[in-house]
Nanobody, 121 residues
């Protein structure tokens, strides 16, 4: 069974930094894309950043210049260093992966359990 395990969440003061990491494990042929989404209380889940297999990245406007997404394809991991954190960044952050699980050949979307990020003023 494919699993996404997240780490790095916590509580920081405004202006501080955190680094989120996500590792994919299980049986799959290829990870086509990985990324991070977040959901604040009472809000819809929104895209934070994604990265596809060739390294192309996409960011929400609200995090550009502060967050950086990267992949280690050999280890099937994705990282999100977050700098200059703001109170409005407070949310549950979810890892996402689009991959091809063994033995099926279609692309399937998987989600992690979520990790809390809290930024205080």
């Amino acid at each position: 069974q494919v699993q996404l395990v997240e780490s790095g969440g916590g509580s920081v003061q405004a202006g501080g930094s955190l680094r989120l990491s996500c590792a994919a494990s299980g049986n799959f042929f290829k990870i086509n894309a990985m990324g991070w989404y977040r959901q604040a209380p009472g809000e819809q889940r929104e895209l934070v950043a994604t990265i596809i297999s060739d390294g192309t990245t996409n960011y929400a406007d609200s995090v550009k210049g502060r967050f950086t997404i990267s992949r280690d394809n050999a280890k099937n991991t994705v990282s999100l260093p977050m700098n200059s954190l703001k109170p409005e960044d407070t949310a549950v952050y979810y890892c996402n992966a689009a991959l091809q699980p063994t033995p099926w050949f279609t692309t399937v979307n998987y989600w992690g359990q979520g990790t809390q990020v809290t930024v205080s003023s």
